[in-house]
């Protein structure tokens, strides 16, 4: 039987890395902007050990409206030593911490079926193949919890410290680990509060030491108010409008009794009830339920189609009910465990930093991956308690089941995917600059009606960072013809002013999407190249050269 169960681990985890790995440049469509800008900051530290701000080995990298976790882009730094194409260096480090986590989530449960169950998991695979944070971030969490266990199986303090390193590494790869971590390490000393103190008051002391020496450059960075950037900005507490909002609300109060009348005085009552506090409040509640809801779980996922798929769920129908026999399964006296109880804590804190933004009308599938390792753990339970049943029927049709969902959700991902969402890919933009390539002596106008090309030219090019920053090349640009940005007086990035090109070198190489050369169509211009649509969603672009 362990020879068996070898063999079907292995086939899993060689199953989740091709699954993963399987035309990964190319599905989803193309790279996005995030990508490509943390593929830059990390080509920019090979070259000066900086980004691309001139920040000396940074804890957050400064990006052009935000700074961003560092690890991420250490790792892909590191891929990039091995000389693989651009593209894969970005996408690579995902897939293969997508993987990991495979391996990770077996040496917890001692089962295959949790890992084939990752393995398969829509929410996974697709993490799993994009360059964002959260897959390694998922595996140092799992890695976290794997050492917690063998600290409380052997009574080692290694494990412990091991476990507090990479729980600690969380935050150092996606910001939403900033505030799990604490909601974790609460719940960790709620639940093994006896082994914990058993440690002793100086052990104790010197891992909070460790701990601290840790998350210090995250604190200092904190405390300048870089890795709290973006949140400043997306957090509840900070709703635009909120005393307008507010006001309005009391006045409707004041409507109900006094109709058409002025000089009202606001009831108290309406302040109890409408009030800041009271809005924010409202707000995190609405965000948390919704986390959970089945249109975001099972029926359609994020709504923003880069996170999820805007036609298919993150997880699967049986999921859902798998994992509530899973919970449920737990409470039954000969079932319940402490390892248990931890992950039912982590799936109620997981989407706590989720709840606290708000410029997501939607769930936000990227900071509730956090979910992802605790509905996994539960269908598996739900799956054992199945099995302990006795009905082997019900047990040979979850498998069957789960095989149709693959199939269904791989035919939807792997041919329907790309033509309904490439636009949202920025698919066709990286063509467009290696088109540009082809003129290197001559000025160069990226229309920006689509996106923004700043960031696609400076990684297609590639454009090599010789000075600290790029704010020395990178300049705004204001004037009758053209306004944006322009690199090194030569490159232009922005919004053309087609009726006066004056202010534009007359030999400039023009790169504009079709819709807006349809748009803004002179008979003076010559297309000289156009990037074909490859999906069916997706921007044409032309470059274009003066006649005249």
């Given at each position: 039987m362990k020879r068996i169960k070898k063999i079907l681990f292995l086939f899993i985890v060689i199953f989740a890395l091709f699954?993963?790995?399987?035309?990964?440049?190319?599905?989803?469509?193309?790279?996005?902007?995030?990508?490509?800008?943390?593929?830059?900051?990390?080509?920019?530290?090979?070259?000066?050990?900086?980004?691309?701000?001139?920040?000396?080995?940074?804890?957050?990298?400064?990006?052009?409206?935000?700074?961003?976790?560092?690890?991420?882009?250490?790792?892909?730094?590191?891929?990039?030593?091995?000389?693989?194409?651009?593209?894969?260096?970005v996408r690579l480090p995902s897939a293969i911490f997508g993987t990991l986590s495979v391996i990770v989530l077996f040496l917890v449960t001692k089962s295959v079926i949790p890992s084939f169950l990752l393995a398969v998991s829509p929410w996974a695979i697709h993490y799993s193949r994009i360059g964002f944070e959260v897959s390694g971030m998922i595996f140092v969490i799992l890695l976290g919890i794997y050492f917690w266990k063998k600290f409380l199986e052997t009574?080692?303090?290694?494990?412990?410290?091991?476990?507090?390193?990479?729980?600690?590494?969380?935050?150092?790869?996606?910001?939403?680990?900033?505030?799990?971590?604490?909601?974790?390490?609460?719940?960790?000393?709620?639940?093994?509060?006896?082994?914990?103190?058993?440690?002793?008051?100086?052990?104790?002391?010197?891992?909070?030491?460790?701990?601290?020496?840790?998350?210090?450059?995250?604190?200092?960075?904190?405390?300048?108010?870089?890795?709290?950037?973006?949140?400043?900005?997306?957090?509840?507490?900070?709703?635009?409008?909120r005393e307008q909002v507010v006001d309005s609300l009391r006045y409707q109060d004041i409507l109900q009794n006094h109709q058409d009348q002025i000089g009202v005085k606001t009831p108290l009552f309406s302040y109890f009830f409408h009030n800041k506090y009271q809005l924010s409040a409202k707000r995190l509640i609405d965000n948390y339920v919704s986390s959970f809801s089945t249109d975001f779980l099972i029926t359609k996922g994020d709504n923003n189609t880069r996170h999820g798929f805007g036609g298919h769920g993150l997880i699967y129908l049986i999921d859902y009910f798998l994992v509530s026999i899973g919970i449920f399964s737990i409470f039954i006296p000969k079932n319940k465990n402490k390892l248990s109880i931890l992950f039912l804590g982590l799936l109620l804190i997981s989407p706590i930093p989720y709840a606290l933004t708000r410029d997501s009308d939607s769930p936000h599938a990227t900071r509730l991956i956090l979910m992802l390792p605790s509905i996994i753990y539960f269908s598996f339970l739900g799956i054992k308690y199945v099995?302990?049943?006795?009905?082997?029927?019900?047990?040979?049709?979850?498998?069957?089941?789960?095989?149709?969902?693959?199939?269904?959700?791989?035919?939807?991902?792997?041919?329907?995917?790309?033509?309904?969402?490439?636009?949202?890919?920025?698919?066709?933009?990286?063509?467009?600059?290696?088109?540009?390539?082809?003129?290197?002596?001559?000025?160069?106008?990226?229309?920006?009606?689509?996106?923004?090309f700043v960031s696609f030219f400076?990684?297609?090019?590639?454009?090599?960072?010789?000075?600290?920053?790029?704010?020395?090349?990178?300049?705004?640009?204001?004037?009758?013809?053209?306004?944006?940005?322009?690199?090194?007086?030569?490159?232009?990035?922005?919004?053309?002013?087609?009726?006066?090109?004056s202010k534009i070198p007359v030999d400039a190489v023009f790169i504009v999407p079709k819709s807006e050369y349809e748009n803004q169509y002179h008979p003076m211009f010559n297309k000289v190249q156009i990037i074909s649509k490859k999906y069916i969603n997706q921007e044409e672009f032309y470059l274009l050269t003066n006649n005249e």
């Amino acid at each position: 039987m362990k020879r068996i169960k070898k063999i079907l681990f292995l086939f899993i985890v060689i199953f989740a890395l091709f699954i993963r790995v399987y035309r990964i440049d190319t599905l989803p469509p193309s790279l996005h902007y995030d990508e490509i800008d943390a593929g830059y900051q990390a080509m920019i530290f090979n070259q000066n050990h900086t980004d691309y701000y001139g920040n000396k080995f940074p804890t957050h990298f400064r990006s052009f409206g935000d700074y961003r976790t560092s690890l991420h882009i250490y790792t892909i730094a590191l891929f990039q030593q091995l000389s693989i194409s651009p593209d894969l260096s970005v996408r690579l480090p995902s897939a293969i911490f997508g993987t990991l986590s495979v391996i990770v989530l077996f040496l917890v449960t001692k089962s295959v079926i949790p890992s084939f169950l990752l393995a398969v998991s829509p929410w996974a695979i697709h993490y799993s193949r994009i360059g964002f944070e959260v897959s390694g971030m998922i595996f140092v969490i799992l890695l976290g919890i794997y050492f917690w266990k063998k600290f409380l199986e052997t009574n080692k303090l290694i494990f412990i410290f091991l476990a507090a390193f990479f729980f600690c590494l969380s935050p150092y790869f996606y910001s939403t680990a900033k505030v799990f971590l604490p909601f974790s390490a609460i719940l960790i000393f709620i639940i093994w509060q006896k082994e914990i103190i058993r440690v002793g008051v100086k052990n104790l002391i010197t891992f909070i030491v460790f701990c601290l020496l840790i998350l210090s450059p995250l604190i200092i960075d904190t405390l300048s108010g870089h890795s709290g950037y973006r949140f400043s900005y997306i957090s509840i507490f900070t709703q635009p409008h909120r005393e307008q909002v507010v006001d309005s609300l009391r006045y409707q109060d004041i409507l109900q009794n006094h109709q058409d009348q002025i000089g009202v005085k606001t009831p108290l009552f309406s302040y109890f009830f409408h009030n800041k506090y009271q809005l924010s409040a409202k707000r995190l509640i609405d965000n948390y339920v919704s986390s959970f809801s089945t249109d975001f779980l099972i029926t359609k996922g994020d709504n923003n189609t880069r996170h999820g798929f805007g036609g298919h769920g993150l997880i699967y129908l049986i999921d859902y009910f798998l994992v509530s026999i899973g919970i449920f399964s737990i409470f039954i006296p000969k079932n319940k465990n402490k390892l248990s109880i931890l992950f039912l804590g982590l799936l109620l804190i997981s989407p706590i930093p989720y709840a606290l933004t708000r410029d997501s009308d939607s769930p936000h599938a990227t900071r509730l991956i956090l979910m992802l390792p605790s509905i996994i753990y539960f269908s598996f339970l739900g799956i054992k308690y199945v099995q302990s049943l006795g009905k082997h029927i019900f047990y040979v049709s979850l498998l069957i089941l789960y095989f149709l969902s693959f199939i269904g959700f791989g035919h939807y991902y792997y041919y329907h995917y790309p033509q309904d969402n490439a636009l949202y890919w920025n698919t066709g933009m990286k063509e467009a600059v290696v088109a540009s390539n082809s003129y290197p002596q001559k000025p160069l106008v990226f229309s920006d009606s689509h996106e923004s090309f700043v960031s696609f030219f400076l990684f297609y090019k590639p454009y090599p960072l010789l000075s600290s920053s790029i704010s020395d090349h990178l300049k705004e640009i204001n004037n009758s013809s053209f306004s944006g940005q322009i690199l090194d007086d030569k490159y232009y990035f922005g919004h053309v002013n087609w009726s006066n090109l004056s202010k534009i070198p007359v030999d400039a190489v023009f790169i504009v999407p079709k819709s807006e050369y349809e748009n803004q169509y002179h008979p003076m211009f010559n297309k000289v190249q156009i990037i074909s649509k490859k999906y069916i969603n997706q921007e044409e672009f032309y470059l274009l050269t003066n006649n005249e």
